[in-house]
C-alpha cells in the first residue's frame, strides 16, 4: 500500500464496523471508535478522542435504514437526510472525507436463512418503492454535499454491494445478535476498498497507458484478414476484447492518455482502427502512434519526450512476454503488468490495472480535456521542428495568456500546486482548506493564468503565490504545467505579476528554489529571469533570489494577453 501503511484513518458509522476496523489495524493506524451511532457527536465534539487522533482520512459508512428508523414518508425521510448532512458539515474539518452512498437493507426484509423473500407481493412492491426514493434522496443529497467540500467523496458501499449480492453482503443473523449487518465477506471487501481509497489519496498515478495492437486490442493480425481475421465483437473471445476496449474508452475519458507501440504495417493496422465496425477506439483516442518495426523502447522513448513526460509516468500493455521483458529491462521506469493467459479475462485484468495505476480520488475537467491537449501539443511540436528559429516558433504559436480569479478555480489550483513536480520551485504542498485561506487573505496574492494558442486551450496551467511584507514581496509557490513548458510563458507571467506589484507600492521581490528528484528544469529560472542569489537554504540544498523590481527589465516572452494583465 505505500505510504498509507503509516496513514490515520477513522471509521465512524451508525452500525456495528468494530471487525472491519479490526481488519485494517495491522496496515494503518485505524482511530478505536467509541461504539457506533455517534459519528456526528463525535465530530462535533472539540475534546473527543477523535480530535485527539487527528486522522488524515474519515470513513463515515452509514447504514440507511439504521438512519431512517422510525420515518414515515418520503418528506420525514429528506428532512433526515438534509439535517444529517448540514450536521456532517458543521463538524468536518481538514480530514478527506469518504461518504458511503446509499443501499438500503433491511433484516426485516429476510427469511430466516438471511435470503430474501422470493414472492414479490404488495408488501415487497411498497418496500421497492421506499427502496428507490430514499436511496436517491440520500444520493441527490450526497452529490451536493461532495461539492460543495472540496475534502469531500463518495465512498462506493453500494458497487460492492451489487457485485457481491445482497445474499452475500448482508447478514440478518449477525445483525440480530449484535447490529453487524455484514457477512465476513462484505466486511473484507469494505476493509479493501478503504485501504485502496487510501492508496488512490496517496499516491502519483501515472499518465500513459501504451497499447500493443494485434492480440491485445484486438484478436488477429492486422493485415493478414483471410488466415487470421480480427476477432473483435460478437461472442466469446472477440465480446472480451470489444470489452475491454470499452473500459479503455472510458480511462481515456477520466484522463488517461492513450498511445499506440505496435510492431505492424502502419496501413494495416489503420485500416482496423478507422475501418473496423466493432472498433471502439479510433485514431483521435491516441494522443501518440508509433506503429513501425523498431525496437519498442524506442518508440517508448521518443514519445516520452513528445509528451513531455518521465518514463514512470508510462504503462505498458503487451500480449508478447518477450517485448514486456526487453521493454522492462531497457526501460525500469516503465511500469509493465502481466498480460492474461485467456483473452476471456481482458476486461477484469484492464479494470485492475486501472485501479492499480490510473484511478484517482476525482476527475476534473482539466482530467477529462488531456487527450485533446496532447494531440494538440504534438501540432505544437511539429510547427517546431519546421520553424525557422525559437523565436519564429513562438511567434508562429500565437500565444495568449489571461489571469483568472482563483477563487472560480480551486479544484484546477488544488491540483497544480499538489500535482505538478518538474516546474515547481519549491514543491509545497496545501490542502484545500490552505488554499482557500491564502485566496481570501490580504497579505496575499495569488495569481492563476489560463493559456491559450492557434492550437486549442491548454486550460489553468500557472500560479503563483505571493505573501506581502511591507514593501517587500515574497514568491511562496510558483508552478506550471509541464504540457506549456519551453515556450517563455513564465516570462510573460513573472513581467505581469512585478507590474501589479510595483503599484502596489513593492520595490522587491524574493523567491527560492528547492531541488528535488524532478524539478532540475527549473533550477536557473531566478537567475533566467534577472533575479540574483542571496542566499541559501543548508537543510535543503536551496537557494534564495532576490531582483529589485522598481526597473521594468524587459524579458522576451512573445505573448499576448487577453484583458486585463494582472
Known amino acids: 500500500m505505500g505510504e498509507s501503511m503509516t496513514e490515520k484513518i477513522a471509521i465512524l458509522s451508525n452500525v456495528n464496523m468494530n471487525f472491519v476496523i479490526r481488519g485494517l489495524k495491522n496496515q494503518v493506524d485505524v482511530f478505536e471508535t467509541e461504539g457506533y451511532g455517534n459519528e456526528l457527536g463525535t465530530l462535533l465534539n472539540p475534546r473527543s478522542s477523535y480530535h485527539a487522533f487527528a486522522p488524515r482520512f474519515l470513513f463515515l459508512l452509514m447504514d440507511l435504514m439504521q438512519l431512517l428508523d422510525g420515518v414515515a414518508d418520503d ?130 498515478p501515472k499518465k500513459v497507458l501504451l497499447l500493443d495492437l494485434d492480440n491485445t486490442l484486438w484478436g488477429g493480425l492486422a493485415g ?204 509545497v504542498r496545501y490542502t484545500a482548506e490552505e488554499l482557500q485561506e491564502l485566496v481570501s487573505d490580504d497579505a496575499h496574492k495569488v495569481y492563476v493564468y489560463r493559456v491559450k494558442d492557434k492550437f486549442g486551450d491548454n486550460g489553468i496551467v500557472a500560479v503563483l503565490i505571493v505573501k506581502l511584507q511591507g514593501q517587500e514581496a515574497i514568491i511562496e509557490e510558483f508552478t506550471m504545467s509541464c504540457r506549456v513548458m519551453g515556450r517563455n510563458i513564465e516570462h510573460a507571467i513573472m513581467d505581469a505579476v512585478e507590474q501589479e506589484l510595483r503599484r502596489s507600492g513593492i520595490n522587491t521581490l524574493k523567491g527560492s528554489y528547492i531541488p528535488t528528484s524532478k524539478n532540475a528544469p527549473v533550477a536557473e529560472l531566478y537567475p533566467a529571469l534577472g533575479f540574483e542569489c542571496c542566499g541559501s537554504i543548508p537543510c535543503r540544498d536551496g537557494h534564495i533570489y532576490r531582483r529589485d523590481i522598481t526597473d521594468g527589465l524587459q524579458r522576451v516572452d512573445h505573448v499576448a494577453w487577453k484583458g486585463e494583465q494582472v
Open 75 to 204: 418528506r420525514e425521510a429528506e428532512e433526515k437526510i438534509e439535517l444529517w448532512f448540514t450536521t456532517l458539515s458543521d463538524g468536518l474539518g481538514e480530514e478527506i472525507c469518504y461518504v458511503s452512498d446509499a443501499y438500503l437493507w433491511s433484516a426485516e426484509e429476510q427469511g430466516e436463512s438471511g435470503q430474501s423473500h422470493g414472492a414479490v407481493d404488495t408488501a415487497t412492491e411498497l418496500w421497492l418503492t421506499k427502496k428507490n426514493a430514499w436511496e436517491n434522496l440520500w444520493q441527490k443529497r450526497l452529490e451536493t454535499f461532495v461539492e460543495k467540500h472540496p475534502n469531500a467523496r463518495i465512498f462506493s458501499y453500494k458497487k460492492i454491494v451489487e457485485q457481491l449480492g445482497e445474499e452475500k453482503a448482508f447478514s440478518a443473523l449477525t445483525w440480530r445478535m449484535g447490529k453487524i449487518p455484514h457477512s465476513s465477506v462484505m466486511q473484507k471487501a469494505l476493509a479493501e476498498e478503504i485501504l485502496h481509497r487510501v492508496d488512490v489519496e496517496t499516491r502519483v
Open 224 to 427: 493478414e484478414h483471410e488466415s487470421t481475421p480480427i476477432v473483435l465483437g460478437g461472442e466469446g473471445q472477440g465480446a472480451a476484447y470489444l470489452k475491454m476496449q470499452e473500459i479503455i474508452l472510458d480511462m481515456q475519458k477520466q484522463g488517461v492518455v492513450l498511445g499506440i507501440v505496435s510492431k505492424n504495417n502502419v496501413q494495416d493496422a489503420m485500416e482496423v482502427i478507422e475501418k473496423h465496425p466493432e472498433m471502439i477506439l479510433r485514431a483521435e483516442h491516441f494522443s501518440a502512434k508509433k506503429i513501425n518495426w523498431n525496437l519498442k523502447s524506442e518508440n517508448i522513448l521518443e514519445i516520452a519526450g513528445e509528451l513531455n513526460l518521465g518514463l514512470d509516468s508510462f504503462v505498458f500493455f503487451d500480449d508478447n512476454p518477450a517485448e514486456r521483458a526487453l521493454v522492462q529491462e531497457m526501460l525500469p521506469q516503465v511500469t509493465v503488468p502481466e498480460f492474461p493467459e485467456a483473452p476471456e479475462d481482458l476486461p477484469r485484468a484492464m479494470t485492475a490495472i486501472y485501479r492499480a495505476y490510473f484511478e484517482k480520488p476525482y476527475v476534473t475537467r482539466e482530467d477529462a480535456e488531456r487527450t485533446r491537449q496532447y494531440v494538440e501539443n504534438a501540432k505544437r511540436l511539429e510547427l517546431q521542428q519546421s520553424a525557422v528559429n525559437f523565436e519564429s516558433y513562438l511567434k508562429d504559436l500565437e500565444i495568449v495568456a489571461e489571469r483568472v480569479d482563483a477563487k472560480d478555480h480551486m479544484e484546477r489550483l488544488l491540483q497544480l500546486v499538489n500535482k505538478t513536480n518538474q516546474f515547481n520551485l519549491t514543491t
